[in-house]
């Protein structure tokens, strides 16, 4: 009855904001990608880090996204240029949530 519809209106909350996390962390790790793009296309002759994050970048994340833990987010390459961004933010209601993408330079 009326519970049952209480709580179907309480999980729906729940996935919207879900949802809406996810789409802010993608939306922040595709601004990282191209300020990546950019800097490599700026740095390709010199010889400086191709990739990193601004520290106007990681205080949007935590301000956009919810209880977002010290060291994260974090940005890593490997030997073959892979660079990996990996955005964590815990949600009290929901437990930890992870997004994380990869994306190699020209």
Do not use: H
């Amino acid at each position: 009855g009326v519970l049952g519809l209480v709580g179907m209106q309480a999980t729906m909350m729940k996935t919207q904001l879900s949802s809406e996390d996810r789409a802010t962390a993608a939306a922040l790790a595709d601004e990282l990608v191209a300020d990546c793009q950019m800097s490599y296309a700026t740095t390709v002759l010199q010889s400086e880090p191709a990739c990193s994050m601004s520290t106007a970048w990681t205080n949007k994340v935590s301000a956009l996204l919810p209880s977002v833990p010290v060291n994260t987010p974090t940005l890593t390459s490997n030997a073959s240029g892979v660079w990996t961004i990996t955005i964590i933010w815990n949600e009290p209601s929901r437990g930890v949530d992870t997004y994380f993408t990869e994306f190699t330079l020209p």
